[in-house]
Nanobody
Framework: QLQASGGGVVPPGGSLRLSCAAS????????VGWFRQAPGKEREGVSC????????FYADSVKGRFTISSDNAKNTVYLQMKSLKPEDTAVYFC??????????????????????WGQGTLVTVSS
């Protein structure tokens, strides 16, 4: 089970940190992705971390602004978001997929490869 939290309302240029806590399985055996879905739009991949392959990935739209990290002791993955823009407004979801030892460089952004999903947390960027 995955539990996403940390959403809220923040002005443009502000920051938020989202958390994705897992229960029932160790996240360090999985790649964890963050997705977001804005009203009327498709769910899109934002970032992914694979602790076992020491790899992280980002969508071009968030590179340099978002940082994904993990705390294996807490079985939690974080998404630090800075310099937020109104277009970052969306419901953010975390998801987990089993890893094979190869970094999921070419497919981390596809929803279908993820086995577990958390509920969403709403991020609103507005003045």
């Amino acid at each position: 089970q995955l539990q996403a939290s940390g959403g809220g309302v923040v002005p443009p240029g502000g920051s938020l940190r989202l958390s994705c806590a897992a229960s029932g399985f160790p996240l360090d055996h999985y790649a964890v992705g963050w997705f977001r879905q804005a009203p009327g739009k498709e769910r899109e991949g934002v970032s992914c971390i694979s602790s076992s392959t020491d790899s992280t990935f980002y969508a071009d739209s968030v590179k340099g602004r978002f940082t994904i990290s993990s705390d294996n002791a807490k079985n939690t993955v974080y998404l630090q978001m800075k310099s937020l823009k109104p277009e970052d407004t969306a419901v953010y979801f975390c998801a987990a997929m089993a890893v094979t030892g190869v970094p999921p460089k070419t497919y981390w952004m596809f929803r279908a490869v993820y086995e577990y999903w958390g509920q969403g947390t709403l991020v609103t960027v507005s003045s």
